[in-house]
C-alpha cells in the first residue's frame, strides 16, 4: 500500500472506485467496442475497439486490482478478488473486452447495492442529520427567575447542557434535549420520531421528547435529561447498535463467506487444470469450444457469494422502518425470535389499562378505633384516619414512577394534611414500600420511632404474625365497603392497617389489538398481575382475555413465562412497562416495554422499546418481523438459484464470460430489491401480500391514467 500511495496508484483508484459517472463511461465505450465490429461504416476500422478497450478498461480496472492486491496480501479471498482475477486473467487469454464488462457491471451492481442499502439506512441517518448540534441556553444569576422579557441567552453545544437548565426554543427549531416546558406554550411535531402524525399541544409543565420540532410559538424548556439519556439520541444508538447485532443468519453467512470464496477458487481452478484430461477440453479454447481456462473464470465469477452477502439486507431495512415508527430493537436477532413466539403476556397496570390510577376511597378496616362503626376516635389518627394515611403515604411516595404512588401524590395535591417526614426507606419490588416515620413515635415505645408499610394486601397482611390478625385483615378487604372491583392498596402504620381504592381503565383500542393478535397472529394470549382476582377479571373482560394469572410477585411472574416458554415451545412475547416486570421481561424470549412510562431496569432488560405510549404498534411489529424472516429466507433462495443457473452453463461452455456477469449481478440486484420489500406494510399471509401487491399495482395504473388525462393530447382539424 505504501508503494502505491507512492507512486499516486492509491489517488488514482480513490478517485475511480465505484464512481458512477465513470463506470457509465467506461460500459459505454465496452459497449462501442463490441458493436464496432458488426457496424458496418466502422468495420474496416480495426484498431477502433482496442483503443476504446484500452481507454475503458483502466477505468474500472485501476482500483479492482489495488483492491484485490490488498486483500490477498492481507489473506482475504473475497468477491473483490474473484472479480479481479477472472478479469485480468481475460485479458491474457485474448478476451480483455469480457473482462473489462465484468469490471464495469460488477462496479455498477455494487453502486445500486449501496444505494438500496442507504436507502435501508436512510431514516436513521435523517435524524442524526437534522438534530440540533446547538442550544440556546438561558443565562440566570442566583435565584433570579427565567423570564421571556430577560431573554439572554448563550449557544452551547448540545452535549454541553446539564439538568435542570433552561433552554429556549423558538419557532421552527428542534427540541435539542428531552424537557418539560417551564413557561409559553407551542404545538409540536413528534412524526419523524414516533410515527404519530398528528401535531400535539404543549404547554407549562407537559413533557417534550428531545428531536420534537416546534410548529410555532416560542418556549422557554427545563432540561430533565442530557444528550446521552434523551429521546433522540436513544434512538439513533439503539437503531445503530440494532443494525451492527447481527442475527444468527448474518453472522453464519459471513463466516460461510469466507470458506466459500476459497472453494469457489479451488474449484475454479480445478475445472481450468482437470477439465482438458477429465472432459477432452481444449486448455484454451477454439472455434468449435471454450477452453477450460475459460469455464473456470466462469464458474469463478458465477459461484462468487455476492448475492448471497446481501440476503439479509431485509433485516438492515426492516430495523429503520421499525424506527421510523417508534420502535426500537436491540438486533436483527430481535426479528428472528419474535417471529417464532406462539405467545404473548401482558402485564395490566399501565400496560393494558391507562395507568393513570385515581383514589376513589380511603378506608379503615384494622386497628383503628371504632372502625366498625365507621367513627373516627380523635385519639386514634391526626386529624382522623384518612387525613392520617393520606399524609403517610404520600410522604412514602415521593419521587416514585409506580402508578399507584403517583395516584396517591396527585389525590394529596391541595389537602390540608399533617406534616409526616421519611427518615428511612426501602422499596421492596412486587411488595410495597418500607419506611421509618421522622418525629412519630410507635405506640409501644416511646424510644422507637413509628414504621409505616404500603403494598399489596397479601404483603400487609403477611407482615401480622398472628395468623388470626392476618386473617381478620383479609376478611375486612372482602367485606369492604366498596367492593372488590377496585385496584387496592394497604397502607400499616402502627398496627393499624387502612385500605386504599383506585380505579383504573382499559387503554383504547386494546381490543382491537388482542383480536388481531390471537386472530390473524394465531398467538396464545395471558394476562399476568400482581392485582387480586376481582381486578384482574374485570380489565381482562373488557380486554377480550381469557387467560389470566393473578397476584403474583415479581418471581411469579418469572416463573410463569419460563413455564410457558417450556410448555408451548416457540417462546413468549412479554409486554410490561415497571420494574416488577423487570424479571419476566428479561426471561422471556422477547421483552417489549412502553419506554414512556417504563422504569430504567425495565428499558435495560427489553428487547424492543416502544415510544408511542400505545399497544396498537405490537401486531405490526409481530407482523413485520415475519415478513423480513420470511424476505430474508426468499432472497437466500434466490441467491443459490441463481448461483446454479449462472455457474452450470458456464462450466458446460453454454455462457460467455460477460453474459454471466449479467446474471450473477443481475440476482444480486434481484437480491436487492426483494429485500428493500421490509419497507413495506406487513401482512399475515400470502394471500393478503398478493392482494396489497395487486392494490398497488390498480393504484398506480389509476395515479398514472388520471395524470395522463390532465394533459389530453392537442387535436389538429382536417
Request: glycine share 8%; aromatic share 6%; proline share 4%.
Amino acid at each position: 500500500m505504501r508503494m502505491a500511495r507512492a507512486i499516486g496508484w492509491a489517488d488514482v483508484a480513490d478517485a475511480l472506485r465505484e464512481h458512477l459517472q465513470v463506470c457509465c463511461i467506461s460500459l459505454g465505450l465496452l459497449l462501442m467496442a463490441a458493436v464496432c465490429p458488426h457496424v458496418a461504416p466502422l468495420s474496416p476500422v480495426g484498431r477502433l475497439p482496442a483503443a476504446l478497450i484500452a481507454v475503458a478498461f483502466p477505468l474500472v480496472g485501476v482500483s479492482a486490482a489495488l483492491d484485490a492486491l490488498v486483500d490477498i496480501a492481507d489473506g482475504k479471498i473475497n468477491i473483490h478478488v474473484l472479480m479481479a482475477l477472472a478479469a485480468f486473467a481475460s485479458i491474457f487469454m485474448g478476451n480483455s473486452l469480457e473482462g473489462g464488462l465484468l469490471l464495469a457491471m460488477f462496479n455498477l451492481a455494487h453502486i445500486a447495492e449501496e444505494y438500496f442499502t442507504s436507502k435501508s439506512m436512510y431514516d436513521v441517518r435523517e435524524l442524526k442529520e437534522n438534530h440540533p448540534e446547538f442550544a440556546l441556553l438561558l443565562e440566570t444569576s442566583g435565584d433570579e427567575s427565567v423570564h421571556f422579557s430577560n431573554r439572554s441567552y448563550t449557544k452551547v453545544p448540545v452535549h454541553d447542557l446539564e439538568v435542570d437548565s433552561h433552554i429556549l426554543v423558538r419557532a421552527g427549531e428542534a427540541v435539542p434535549v428531552d424537557g418539560e416546558v417551564y413557561q409559553g406554550s407551542s404545538t409540536i411535531t413528534i412524526e419523524h420520531l414516533t410515527g404519530e402524525t398528528k401535531p400535539v399541544e404543549r404547554t407549562v409543565g407537559d413533557a417534550i421528547p428531545g428531536g420534537a420540532r416546534n410548529l410555532e410559538g416560542m418556549m422557554i424548556v427545563k432540561v430533565t435529561k442530557s444528550w446521552e439519556d434523551s429521546t433522540l439520541n436513544r434512538i439513533v444508538q439503539l437503531t445503530e447498535e440494532g443494525q451492527l447485532n447481527k442475527p444468527k443468519l448474518q453472522r453464519w453467512l459471513d463466516e460461510f463467506g469466507e470458506h466459500y470464496s476459497k472453494v469457489v477458487v479451488a474449484l475454479s481452478l480445478a475445472v481450468a487444470l482437470l477439465g482438458p484430461f477429465l472432459f477432452k477440453w481444449p486448455f484454451f479454447g477454439n472455434s468449435v469450444c471454450r477452453g477450460s481456462i475459460y469455464r473456470g473464470l466462469g464458474l469463478m465469477v458465477a459461484a462468487s457469494p455476492c448475492a448471497l452477502a446481501v440476503a439479509p439486507l431485509a433485516y438492515a431495512t426492516a430495523i429503520s422502518s421499525l424506527a421510523s415508527k417508534g420502535i426500537l430493537l436491540k438486533g436483527g436477532h430481535v426479528l428472528d425470535a419474535l417471529s417464532v413466539c406462539q405467545s404473548i403476556a401482558f402485564d395490566k397496570t399501565g400496560t393494558l389499562t391507562t395507568g393513570k390510577l385515581m383514589c376513589k376511597a380511603i378506608e379503615p378496616i384494622h386497628g383503628h378505633l371504632d372502625v366498625s362503626h365507621g367513627v373516627n376516635d380523635p385519639s386514634c389518627c391526626t386529624p382522623n384516619c384518612e387525613s392520617e394515611a393520606l399524609a403517610v403515604a404520600a410522604a412514602m411516595e415521593k419521587g416514585t414512577t409506580h402508578p399507584i404512588g403517583r395516584a396517591v401524590l396527585n389525590h394529596s395535591v391541595g389537602r390540608d394534611l399533617p406534616v409526616v417526614a421519611v427518615e428511612s426507606f426501602e422499596s421492596l419490588p412486587g411488595r410495597g414500600v418500607v419506611a421509618t416515620l421522622s418525629g412519630i413515635k410507635a405506640k409501644n415505645s416511646e424510644n422507637e420511632l413509628a414504621k409505616a408499610s404500603i403494598g399489596s394486601v397479601e404483603y400487609i397482611s403477611s407482615l401480622y404474625r398472628s395468623n388470626g390478625e392476618s386473617e381478620q385483615i383479609k376478611q375486612a378487604v372482602k367485606c369492604s365497603a366498596f367492593g372488590p372491583e377496585f385496584v387496592q392498596a394497604a397502607l400499616s402504620v402502627d398496627k393499624k392497617v387502612t385500605l386504599f381504592h383506585f380505579e383504573d381503565e382499559p387503554r383504547s383500542g386494546v381490543c382491537e389489538v388482542i383480536y388481531t393478535l390471537r386472530e390473524k397472529a394465531k398467538l396464545r394470549i395471558m394476562m399476568l398481575t400482581g392485582d387480586h382476582k376481582s381486578s384482574a377479571m374485570r380489565v381482562a373482560k373488557a380486554v377480550c382475555i381469557d387467560e389470566v394469572h393473578f397476584s403474583l410477585k415479581p418471581e411469579d411472574k418469572l416463573n410463569k413465562v419460563k413455564a410457558v416458554s417450556r410448555e408451548g415451545g416457540g417462546g413468549l412475547i412479554m409486554v410490561g412497562d415497571g420494574i416488577n416486570d423487570a424479571p419476566a421481561l428479561a426471561a422471556a424470549t422477547v421483552g417489549i416495554v412502553l419506554a414512556q412510562r417504563a422504569s430504567a431496569t425495565a428499558v435495560a432488560v427489553a428487547d424492543i422499546l416502544l415510544l408511542q405510549d400505545n399497544l396498537c404498534v405490537v401486531p405490526f411489529c409481530i407482523a413485520k418481523a415475519r415478513q423480513t424472516t420470511s424476505l430474508v429466507k426468499q432472497s437466500v433462495a434466490l441467491a443459490l438459484t441463481c448461483i446454479v443457473f449462472a455457474a452450470l452453463p458456464s462450466v458446460l461452455g453454454f455462457l460467455p464470460l460477460w453474459l454471466t456477469v449479467l446474471l450473477h449481478e443481475g440476482g444480486t440486484l434481484l437480491v436487492c430489491l426483494n429485500s428493500i420489500r421490509a419497507l413495506n406494510h406487513p401482512t399475515w399471509s400470502l394471500g393478503d401480500d398478493i392482494c396489497q401487491l395487486i392494490d398497488g399495482l390498480k393504484n398506480y395504473i389509476s395515479a398514472k391514467l388520471n395524470s395522463s388525462s390532465k394533459f389530453p393530447a392537442n387535436t389538429v382539424p382536417l
